[in-house]
């Protein structure tokens, strides 16, 4: 994979000698390449990312892996409160209104693949902005193809359905025991889960929530303290 440099001063060193175990994926919200890469570049504007992914498939590294870039925010997953000193950010452009163009996703794929080898990073951790800052941040979003990623072992996927009845308690308390965190409100999280592994469900929460939130939750619970 050919590589283009566009170095940014948005970064600082990893906090308590942290190493990254997670990948992070985003949509920029911007459909301009030139114009994403000479923001995240741009003191003032205080936000980063490793990498950034053209619709045409091209790569741009922006902040040395062993370094923090700036892109989770506030966020949280499993027991982890410092999401950037322990993932890894990839800004894909797209604006959130197209599909993913297929050479992008083949970068996609690509780019998390090395990360991936090169970090050990576990297949539950290549994870949305929208994983860890459920309400606040929505991108990927219902475009991004994570069926896709999964088909390739890059990213965790259920095809569960339900047959019984529909259980709040037990599906937050699934949630947590996947990653999500324990404050976010019952609609937040079902709207950041089916974000990600119901794109194309609309209408009330139902049975298949909650069976592919217990199957994820079963064979993916997080280690909290590994993610501290």
């Known amino acids: 994979m050919q590589i283009e440099q566009f170095p940014t001063p948005n970064m600082g060193e990893r906090r308590d000698g ?6 992070l994926l985003h949509y920029t919200a911007m459909g301009e390449t030139r114009a ?4 995240l570049a741009t003191p003032e504007a205080q936000v980063s990312a490793h990498y950034v992914i053209s619709p045409e498939g091209a ?9 923090r870039a700036w892109h989770a925010g506030a966020a949280c997953w499993g027991g982890c409160v410092d999401v950037n000193s322990r ?12 599909p993913f163009a297929w050479p992008q996703m083949r970068a996609v794929e690509t780019l998390v693949a090395a990360i991936r080898e090169r970090w050990a990073v576990p297949v539950e951790r290549v994870l949305g902005h929208s994983d860890v800052a459920p309400g606040r941040k929505i991108d990927p979003g219902r475009r991004f193809d ?5 088909r390739q072992g890059l990213a965790v ?15 937050m308390q699934d949630a947590r025991a996947f990653g999500y965190r324990a404050d976010v409100p019952f609609d937040t999280l079902l709207e950041a889960f089916r974000s990600r592994f119901r794109p194309a469900a609309r209408g009330g929460f139902d049975a298949t929530d909650c069976a592919r939130m217990a199957d994820l939750a079963a064979r993916y619970p ?3 303290g590994a993610m501290v």
């Open 18 to 23: 942290a190493l990254p175990d997670s990948v």
């Open 36 to 39: 994403v890469l000479e923001w």
């Open 59 to 67: 790569v741009w590294q922006m902040v040395p892996e062993e370094m």
């Open 87 to 98: 993932s890894i950010g990839i800004e894909i452009v797209n604006t959130s209104v197209e």
């Open 146 to 150: 994570w069926q896709a990623l999964a």
């Open 157 to 171: 996927w259920s095809e569960a359905q339900g047959t019984g009845g529909a259980d709040e308690a037990r599906f």
């Open 222 to 224: 997080v280690d909290l």
